[in-house]
């Protein structure tokens, strides 16, 4: 463990050499900037349109707020996303990329096995990706709520699955860098993020125009690649009562979903088909929740 903990610290250095962490730090900057100044103005056009409709303020979880709601859930949708590029991107090449420049045959002639090195290597960029993404989410959520005083039912629950999105991504493009090139890894890893992302349109798709084929389709794509699943959990804790009503009557469309994620989350894909163990008694039960699909 001592070797791998060596080789975490390795490559926390090396993101700090190759100006990783400089240039996520000015484009988090630049982004927070241009995002939040969107919200600047829009908090300003409400609120003029309450004085104009003789109104002396706005609820915050009300109908009225949507506007704010929305952004601060489609903005930690960017931050999902975001983060899972930056996954991809930085971990592309964390194994392959040193084989391709001879770089892993001066490493792996010490005492280091493999395995301590693979995991070493995952453990530095996670601490990198995954500081990425908290500060990414704490300054966007705090940024809304400094302009607004809007801040989503539970923001800690959702960055958290958001956060483990980007950790199993990473791990994946690790485990992809041990066994392909970097290219074949990159695009590899891409199609099955987009097999998860595809899942979620077929499912809402399905649940929509009540077709059982593509909301099959939807749930094993999800359940093949479950990051798809871990934003629409995410979603629910970023939803208050006014837009959950709201994503409900939409049967769920995609990017949201109007109920919790079934433990575990990322089996949320096949948690709601009929031979899951829970089925006969979730379909006794009066909570319409358990009875969504």
């Not at 099955?192 to 399905?206: C, K």
Request: glycine fraction near 12%.
């Amino acid at each position: 463990m001592r070797n791998a903990l060596l080789i975490a610290e390795l490559s926390l250095r090396e993101a700090v050499r190759k100006r990783l962490v400089s240039v996520l730090l000015l484009l988090t900057a630049l982004f927070l900037g241009f995002y939040l100044y969107g919200i600047v103005r829009l908090e300003g056009t409400l609120d003029q349109r309450s004085l104009d409709a003789g109104l002396d303020g706005r609820s915050l979880n009300g109908a009225s707020n949507l506007p704010v709601i929305y952004s601060a859930m489609f903005g930690m949708y960017l931050v999902y996303f975001l983060g899972s590029l930056m996954a991809v991107l930085s971990t592309v090449g964390a194994v392959s990329g040193d084989i391709e420049n001879g770089v892993m045959q001066s490493v792996i002639a010490r005492p280091i096995s493999r395995a301590q090195l693979v995991l070493g290597r995952w453990l530095g960029f996670s601490a990198v990706n995954l500081g990425y993404v908290a500060l990414l989410s704490a300054g966007l959520l705090g940024g809304v709520y400094a302009i607004t005083g809007y801040l989503p039912p539970a923001p800690l629950a959702a960055t958290g699955l958001i956060l483990l999105s980007t950790l199993l991504l990473t791990a994946l493009t690790v485990l992809g860098s041990t066994l392909f090139t970097t290219l074949a890894n990159g695009i590899g890893v891409f199609v099955l993020y987009g097999v998860g992302f595809t899942g979620g349109i077929l499912g809402s798709i399905g649940t929509f125009a009540d077709t059982p084929t593509l909301t099959t389709l939807g749930r094993t794509a999800n359940a093949l690649m479950p990051t798809n699943a871990l934003w629409l959990g995410a979603s629910y804790h970023l939803q208050p009562a006014v837009a959950l009503q709201i994503s409900e009557a939409s049967r769920g469309a995609n990017p949201s979903s109007p109920t919790p994620p079934s433990p575990p989350v990322w089996s949320s894909g096949l948690s709601s088909w009929p031979s899951w163990p829970s089925w006969e008694a979730c379909t006794a039960s009066a909570d319409a929740t358990c009875k969504r699909g």
